[in-house]
């Protein structure tokens, strides 16, 4: 079984997606993904650098980030460039891990963990979709604990994403986070259940 986990920034995916793995779900981390297909030697970096330029490069061959960030951000045209360049393969990437290891094991429970799955328009590549919820508030204030943000950094940056209750509405499995970690074990226990995967 392959089943899409979302949320929203400061929500608690990383948490969540632990609990999971810890009862036996193996994971696909679009993050991970997404730095991968930026390291030195991948054909996704080297295109990268050809459009925008080799001084996006350090020293040591690796992506300077924060330059990428400047050059991209504010500018909606280079933004659609880049992704335009990134995400066919870091989606085929997705796809192939989550077809390899669902095929090692079909009776289990694969979790591919995309933050902005829904803002992505890759709800379809799944039969159900797992969105970790917390309310606005509990979301800012974490958001502004966890970054050293200022509340309008913060907003700004929730602002930037599907709100979080038009995410909970389109989930077919919400796991409320806004509790303790023991509230959200719970609730994964129970969804486990539900699965049939114990």
């Known amino acids: 079984m392959i089943m899409g986990l979302t949320g929203g920034i400061a929500s608690g995916k990383s948490t969540v997606s632990a609990l999971l793995q810890r009862r036996g779900a193996r994971l696909v981390d679009a993050d991970v993904i997404a730095r991968e297909v930026m390291l030195p030697g991948h054909p996704v970096l080297a295109a990268v650098v050809e459009h925008f330029g080799r001084d996006l490069l350090l020293p040591d061959g690796s992506l300077n980030r924060a330059a990428l960030g400047e050059r991209v951000f504010g500018n909606p ?3 659609h460039t ?3 360049l990134t995400h066919p393969a870091i989606r085929a990437e997705i796809r192939e891990q989550m077809q390899r290891l669902d095929s090692e094991q079909p009776s289990g429970l694969v979790i591919v963990d995309i933050p902005l799955l829904y803002e992505s328009g890759l709800e379809t590549m799944f039969k159900s979709v797992l969105v970790v919820y917390v309310p606005r508030a509990v979301q800012l204030e974490r958001l502004m604990a966890r970054n050293g ?4 950094q913060a907003v700004k940056r929730l602002d930037a994403q599907m709100d979080i209750e038009q995410k909970r509405l389109r989930a077919d499995y919400v796991i409320d986070n806004s509790g303790s ?3 959200a074990e719970e609730q994964v226990g129970l969804l486990w259940d539900r699965l049939g995967l114990s």
């Open 77 to 79: 045209e280079a933004l």
């Open 181 to 183: 970690t023991e509230a």
């Open 149 to 152: 943000l200022t509340r309008e």
């Open 82 to 84: 880049l992704n335009g």
